[in-house]
C-alpha cells in the first residue's frame, strides 16, 4: 500500500511535468478585479501630461518632432475620437481591470489569461499555450498579439503586432512597430505591472514603466465597465479631410511647461540622456526660463501669452 | 467595357518604366531582373471566410473565392506566377474567372498572363461564335481605361514592349464599376490622378473586404508615379475615399478590413494614421512654398522628420528625397508664388 502510493505520486507528478513544454504554467493566479493605484507618476496618469512634456522619455528627434506637431484638436476629428489607447499605455490610466483564466475543459491545461479594461472597452488575450506569434502581414491591434509563460511565480508576457499609439498622450508617438514585454509580479493583494517597451522608429532606447493595482474584493456595478464611443461632428465648418497640426518648430505652447515649472528648455526635451544622472551637470548651468504671467481672474479670457493646459482624456 | 484590340504584340512607352520600374515595384527594393523570386514564399492571410490576402513578391495580391469561382486582384511578377496558381489552389478548386489591375505598374499585372491561363471564363451564344475558344479561355482581366491606354501606348526609343497577354481584356471609364459574383456585390472604384491615372480599388461588399492597391501601404511614403499621372493631392483624396468606404467598430478597430498594396492587413484606423502622415507633409511643404522657400530650403526644414524611420528611405525607387521634391513641384505649381510687383523705376526701365 505505501509503495503503491509512491507510484501513484510519481505517476502524478510525471504528468503535470509532462505538459510543462506547451503549458508552462505554474505561477501566481492574477484572477479577480483590479484597480490600480497611481501614487507612482500621478500628474502623468490622472490629470494627464502637460504638452510638450517629454521628460523620462528616450525618445529620438522623429519622435520629438512628431510630438511637437500634435494639435490636440486632431482628437476631435470624427475618426480619432474612439482610438484606444494601445496595451503598453492603457494600464496607466484609469480603468477597472478584471483578470480571468481559460482552461481546457478537458486537460485543465492554462489555455489564455484573458484581461477586460473598462476603459475602451479592451478585451485582451495572453496566449499560454506555446503558440507562436503570427506573421509580419497580419492585422495589428490596440492590444497587440500576447504569448506569456512562467518564470517562477512571476508571469511574463510578450507582445507584438501593436497598432500605432502613444508613448504620452501629449502627442509622444509609439509605432506599430513596437513590442512589448511585461513583468506581473503579485504580493497577496497588490499586483505590480512592468513595462518595457522597445520601439525602433521613436526610442533609442528600452522604456521602463511601472505601476500598482489592488485587487477589489466586490464586484463592481456593470456601468462601471463600459466604454460606449459614439463619434460625432465637432466642428462643423472644418474643411474635409483636414488634420490638425503644428508646422515643426511652431507649437504654439511650445514653451509654456517649462515655463510653468521653471525647468530649463533642455530639461523638458526628452531623449536618452537626459535620464542618467550625468544630465543633472549640464541641468544646473541652463538658464531658467522665464516664469508664464500669473493667471488672469474675472469673467473675462486670459490675454496675454496663451495657455493650452493639460491634456484630456 | 470590351476593347477588341488585334491579339498581337504591341509595344507601350511607359512599359518600361513599368515593366522595368514596373516592375521595379513599389516595395520590392530591386526591379525584377535583379530580384531571385526561387526563394520567395506566398504567405497566405485569411481576412474573411471568402477573401485572402496573399503577399510574396511584388504589390499584394488578393482571393476572393465562392461558389462561382474565384477573382484575382493584381497578379504580381510574372516569375511569382506558379506560386500564386499553388497558392489559390490551396484555397478553393474552382475556376478563375476574373483578374481586377488595380493599377498599371508590372509588380501588379506581372502574372496576368499565367493566372488569365490557369482560368476561363463563362460565354455561349454568338460571342463563342463569334470569338471561337478563345472566347472561354482565360479568366478576364478588368481594369480602368488607363491602364490599358498606358499599357498599348508605343513605346519610348529603347524600351521593350509590355506583352499583350498582359493588357487587360476588359476596361471601364466610369467611377466604378460594380457585379454581383459570388452572391456578393463587388464594386471596383477608380480615384483619379492618385498613385497613377488608372488607379482602382476593390470592395466586397458583403465581405466588407477593400483592396486597394498602391492608393494604400504600409511600408513606405506614398508612391507619386508623375509619369504615370500620379498627384499628391489626388493620393490624399483617395486615401480620404478608402476612410469613406471603411467602417470601423466603436473602438476604432476592425470592421471594414484593408488589403493594401504592400505591406500588412490593416483596418481604418491603419489608413487614418497614413492619412494623416500624406496630409501632415503635404500641408507642411504647402506652407513652405507659400512663403516662398527654395526645395533646398524645404529640405533643410526636415519635413519628414517625425515619418522618416517608418516609412522613409534614402535608397531604391523612392526615396524620401523624391517624395518631398514631387510635392514640392506640385504645390509650386498648383499655388504659383506671386510675382514680385515692380517698382516705379523698374518699369521705367522697362519702358526704355
Redo the contacts between chains.
Sequence with gaps: MFKSLGVVALATALVAGASLPAFAQAGADFSGVWQPRYHEDQPDRIPGPELTDYTGLPINDSARQYANSWDPSRLTLPEEQCRVHVSPYIYRGPLNLRIWEEKDPKTQDLIAIKHYSSTFEQTRTIYMDGRAHPGPNAPHTWMGFSTGRYDGDMLVVETTHLKKGWVRRNGVPMSDQAKMTEYMVRNGEVMTHIVVLVDPTYLTEPLVKSQDFVRSTRELPAGTWLWVCDPVLEIPDRPEGEVPAYLPGEHPFKEEYARRHQIPFIGINGGAATMYPEFQEPLKKAAIPPPLPPPQTGASRVTGAPQQGQQGR | MMHNRSRKVRSLSVAAAIIAGAVVAVGSAIAQQNQNFDNVQI?T?KVRDDVY?L?GAGGNTTVFVGSEGIMVVDTQFAPMSTKIINAIRAISKGPIRYIVNTHVHGDHIGGNEAIAKAGSFRAGGNVVGDIGAAATATAKIIAHENVLTRLSAEPAPGQTAVPFALWPTETFITKKREFLFNGEAVQIIHEPNAHTDGDSMVFFRQSDVLATGDLFT?VMYPFIDVANGGTIDGY??AL?AI?DITV?S?????GT?VIPGH????????V??Y??MA??VR??IK?YAKRGMTLEQVKA???T??????YGSDTGFWTTSMFVETIYKQMVEANPPAKPTQSRNQQKGKSK
Excluded at chain 2, 466603436?250 to 476592425?254: I, L, Y
Excluded at chain 2, 505591406?263 to 491603419?270: F, I, L, N, W
Excluded at chain 2, 522628420?305 to 517608418?310: A, G, V
Aim: charged share 40%.
Design positions: 504567405d492571410v490576402m503577399a504600409t490624399i483624396n480620404n476612410m470601423a466603436n473602438v476604432n478597430e476592425g478590413m505591406g500588412r492587413v490593416s483596418d481604418e484606423q491603419d487614418t494614421e492619412r494623416n496630409t501632415i500641408d507642411r506652407e526644414k526636415k519635413p522628420l517625425d515619418f522618416d524611420p517608418r
